[in-house]
């Protein structure tokens, strides 16, 4: 059951000095995984001849295929096409084909291809190679042994138009893993990743057929399991098993056994029971209202939001009597209350969630600290408040805490689920 | 010259598995190119205690300073420390401090800290350490003969943190080089990536002592000048030079000369005049108040916001009359400027911004495609409204892409700049 083992190696200056993030490796991690081909190490190095060539020598040894990416670009600081020739002592040898499908590229813009795009055909000798259908650089592949090594440029579209078009259907078939993978997602919230863990464990009894990994994120923690084997129904059981102990560790913070946010499962849920929406928010600042208006089709269920900043804006526009405000704070539980049942009546909707907190880094005092949040959702007939001390891990993580804690809540409501139940952090 | 030399190493099976983007590497390179340190590798491994250790291993020769970050967690897949240990032949020391801080971090969220959350006080013995100030793990040192080997937790706010409050304060103590750099930003909106790039070019004239990079997003082009060189005065005259051709091919669209969101540049200029603001937004679903109130003490400036997404909310919030919009549909100039009027007046503040657009996927109509948008700007005595095609390039990138522009005709007003003036795909 050996599994292919991969390597990636991504050239670029750029990607070594912080101008851009390296998106590559995590595409082609993806796609490989589909084919059942794991990835053991990503190399980035610089636009140097020497760098490449010693991170291409040190990957071939124990890979059985090493994809590159980078560095085939026409300009004078595009290095790798003579680092591999440089590597495997060959010289370059000018491919008509590849000279012809530049010209073509540049007249196809109204443009003539100058000496600089031609040496684009230039390929080291004993490679194969495969037309780009986006750009000029082709593709390249050596045989090493049996090792496949390819070189792909590294523009994400035509890397990865190269990737579909030419790298995958070799791989499936010259290396496609007899080992069958089957992939799924689970996410929570209001759970911890160590309370999780504690619950779940990492699956070692089950490993290495399964495993599981934890990402968690200031919205919750979300879970991908996978399973491998050669017979796919065994898989499938095995992942039964394990999703039946995470399902029973997450308990109600399970909201979804799939790779879902929360927003879009409110939505499943609200077309569902065909009910509508309000938001009213202060500290999230407009953050609940933007989440729930990322869901394509949310005019249908999402009707009205308020960003109430100001103490008059809630007295105005959702009816936050002065008084309370005064008695009490604007960050306290009766505000929150009274902004969710506020954006309701105003609204007309069926529900309407309500966020008030102080998200900082000032506003706080030691009696209502940075990250206290009260969060409101008014159903018919009944509202529920909930407290949190999200702490003081900044302004933005605070902002999308105190979504998800709302978010949550008013999914509870639309499940059924007891609304105090799972919950960061929380106070009361 | 000799120039510190660093490598990054970041462990995770999820990014090796297409699961997660690592941003960990471009962050941490950009920083230390700050300190005039370049790197020259870059290094993912799964969690796995044999690749981790060989990854290090591999990367000590050669190098000033590692940095590995992930695998610091409190989950059984976390090994770091482990392969740490292991490759330098120690056992774990408990750390009392350690271990109280993390009682401190459970007991201030009103929970008891559990063994496996008090075991990230157990370091490798000789490895120096410093508290995390938001999780568990704490940052770690290994000197390995010059070699600076620091090892922090991979969850990016909290390698930022330890970064900044402690490796980068030691690096440029122990490590700066005698190459002098300078880093310059500077910010677009309203005009595109080619076209900047017509007018500037490369620099390649100014190449290697000055380099430009360019990085397009949504909301706009940023810009990142650098220079390095022996002499600061030198460096600093030629990234004058550079910076006059920057401003001279931006003209009006550039908007800071530091890397600064338009919404916090907005901050700056409201609370300079002493101004207020509102949003009323349709497409953009919250996001421009969402972006606003990013910005620390938003609510000195920023009142109130509405998310109208139904047409009753239109009239019954911002008292955009029926009339007008079934005359012109909710998706026309008349509505935008009556969105940004009304928000003004009930808001009662001194500007208003107003977006109402088809962010797509579906929605749109012939004769009003998707990405189409009107934005509107309301101040005192006058409201400007502009229309643009934002395209098809989905509904987020059309969300963002709105705010922009909204922002940026605000930005325009403030600044007493022509506000018809750049702008993307504008048709009036």
Tied chains: 1, 2.
Excluded at 22 to 30: G, V
Excluded at 343 to 350: F, L, M
Aim: hydrophobic share 40%.
């Amino acid at each position: 059951m050996s599994v292919a083992c991969c390597r990636i190696i991504t050239v670029g200056d750029e990607l070594l000095n912080g101008i851009r993030v390296d998106t590559n490796t995590a595409w082609l991690a993806e796609q490989l995984s589909g084919l059942g081909i794991g990835v053991d190490r990503a190399v980035s190095v610089g636009d140097d001849e020497t760098a490449i060539r010693a991170a291409v020598e040190d990957t071939l040894d124990g890979a059985d295929i090493v994809i590159l990416s980078g560095g085939l670009g026409p300009t004078q600081d595009d290095r790798t096409k003579q680092a591999l020739a440089g590597l495997f002592r060959v010289g370059m040898k000018r491919q008509p084909e590849v000279e012809e499908a530049v010209r073509l590229f540049f007249s196809a813009r109204g443009r003539e291809a100058t000496q600089v795009n031609l040496d684009q055909a230039l390929v080291p000798e004993g490679f194969e190679w495969h037309a780009n259908p986006l750009g000029t650089a082709p593709g390249m592949l050596k045989r090493h042994g049996d090792v496949l090594l390819f070189s792909l440029p590294g523009v994400p579209d035509e890397m990865k138009a190269l990737y579909e078009g030419w790298v995958a259907p070799l791989l499936a078939e010259e290396r496609g893993g007899q080992l069958v993978y089957e992939r799924r997602w689970y996410r929570t919230t209001g759970i911890g990743e160590s309370d999780l863990f504690d619950r779940i464990g990492g699956l070692e009894d089950m490993a290495p057929e399964v495993s599981l990994a934890y990402l968690p994120a200031p919205e919750g923690v979300a879970l991908y399991l996978r399973g491998r084997g050669s017979d796919p129904e065994e898989i499938g059981s095995r992942l039964d098993e394990a999703e039946a102990r995470i399902r029973d560790a997450a308990g109600s913070c399970l909201y979804a056994c799939e790779n879902l946010e929360i927003a879009e499962h409110i939505a499943r849920l609200l077309l569902e029971r065909g009910e509508t929406l309000a938001a009213a928010e202060s500290c999230t600042g407009g953050q609940i209202a933007h989440s729930l208006t990322n869901v394509p089709g949310a005019s249908r269920w999402f009707m009205r939001g308020w960003v109430t900043y100001s103490n008059e804006a809630k007295e105005e526009e959702l009816g936050v009597p002065v008084s309370v405000i005064m008695e009490h704070g604007a960050v306290s539980e009766p505000v929150a209350c009274a902004m969710a049942e506020g954006a309701r009546k105003n609204a007309g909707t069926d529900w309407a969630v309500a966020v008030t907190g102080i998200a900082g880094p000032t506003g706080g005092t030691e009696e209502k600290p940075v990250g206290l949040t009260f969060v409101a959702c008014a159903g018919q007939g009944e509202t529920v408040v909930r407290q949190y001390h999200l702490g003081e891990g900044g302004r933005m993580r605070n902002k999308t805490r105190s979504m998800a804690v709302a978010l949550d809540l008013l999914r509870r409501m639309l499940e059924d689920i007891d609304p105090h139940e799972g919950g960061w952090e929380v106070h009361r």
